[in-house]
């Protein structure tokens, strides 16, 4: 909310805060990057509620990413990338010395 809710200047933060709700309605899913603090942040629980309301209590439309699977997901990419790497740039003859012992 930082990135987008302007946090000094109260006129520029009245103004994002109105327009929230015309932002939510134009949405079509609601990632929520949950965490255990999720629901003790106001801002958080404020645009889920507007969203649900914008959207007529959709819950399907409301996706939940528990924050510590980020860490599962970076793994798997980068794992890909190497494993690909890997594959693209050691010549063929490598993988039966390695692999297969000479």
Not at 1 to 14: E, F, G, M, N, S
Not at 64 to 74: F, H, K, M, Q, Y
């Amino acid at each position: 909310d930082r990135a987008c809710i302007h946090q000094t200047d109260p006129y520029l933060k009245k103004k994002g805060i109105e327009g929230i709700g015309a932002f939510l309605v134009y949405s079509n899913f609601l990632y929520v990057l949950w965490d255990l603090n999720y629901v003790k942040r106001l801002w958080c629980v404020f645009e889920l509620a507007a969203f649900l309301r914008a959207r007529g209590n959709l819950e399907s439309h409301v996706v939940i990413l528990p924050v510590e699977w980020g860490v599962v997901w970076v793994a798997l990419f980068l794992g890909y990338w190497v494993g690909l790497c890997f594959y693209l740039l050691v010549p063929l003859s490598w993988y039966t010395f390695i692999f297969v012992g000479g």
